[in-house]
């Protein structure tokens, strides 16, 4: 079954320190996005790629980096920069070029950092 | 930029009634597309119904519909009979002109009551 697959489902890691988020398609899709979610703010858009080595900030860009090497796959880094890291953060994927395709989503994962 | 607000943070229902969520988004575009999703405890992203801003007729999906005011700039989702199982958060979306997704609202929380 095509999906999207975003890996770990938790995650921890101590303040100072990068980590990155994996987020793997399979749905032949062009363009991917991340989003972060906190309680009560809804998604909010990090990257978005439209094709392979190309990506663009979303609304809240700082502190993270996002590569796109290949189709299938587009990880994002959570830097020490990022000054809240700790949050929800969600991977989707939708066909490019077609505005009434909706994004595709993967189960997220969980990032703590203390 | 694009807004969309949901203006109830909170619903509750009783199971087999009907309940309506409200959206309302800002744009200057005449082209766009809009969105509900559905969050459940699992945190799976699932697209529940769509409309095209072009089309006049309400989308429908099984007990789920809008009610899409273009004029009002307002996507209500209307959710008939309702069960246990659509206890979750929703979130309008909309989608225009530009390459970088969707923007979410911060989300309705559906409670439904037995």
């Known amino acids: 079954d095509g999906g999207i697959t975003q890996s770990p489902k938790y995650l921890f890691r101590k303040e100072g320190q990068n980590v990155t988020l994996s987020c793997e398609q399979n749905?032949?899709?062009?363009?991917m996005y991340w989003y972060r979610q906190d309680p009560g703010q809804g998604l909010r858009l990090i990257y978005y790629s439209q094709i392979v080595n190309d990506f663009q900030k979303g609304d809240i860009a700082e502190g993270y980096s996002v590569s796109r090497e290949k189709k299938e796959s587009f990880p994002l880094t959570v830097t020490s920069a990022q000054k809240n890291p700790t949050a929800f953060y969600l991977c989707?994927?939708?066909?490019?070029?077609?505005?009434?395709?909706?994004?595709?989503f993967g189960n997220g994962t969980r990032l703590t950092v203390t | 930029a694009q807004t969309v607000t949901q203006s109830q943070p909170e619903m509750s229902v009783q199971e087999a009634e009907t309940v309506t969520l409200s959206c309302t988004y800002d744009t200057s575009e005449s082209d766009y597309y809009l969105f509900w999703y559905k969050q459940p405890p699992s945190r799976q992203m699932i697209l529940v119904i769509r409309?095209?801003?072009?089309?006049?007729q309400n989308a429908t999906e099984n007990r789920f519909s809008v009610n899409f005011q273009k004029a009002a700039k307002s996507f209500s989702l209307k959710i008939s009979d309702s069960q246990l199982g659509d206890a979750a958060m929703y979130f309008c979306?909309?989608?225009?002109?530009?390459?970088?997704?969707?923007?979410f609202g911060k989300g309705t929380h559906l409670i439904i009551q037995p």
């Open positions: 409309q095209e801003a072009y089309k006049q």
């Open positions: 979306a909309y989608r225009g002109g530009g390459a970088d997704g969707l923007t």
């Open positions: 989707a994927s939708s066909i490019q070029g077609q505005r009434n395709s909706p994004l595709h």
């Open positions: 749905l032949n899709h062009d363009a």
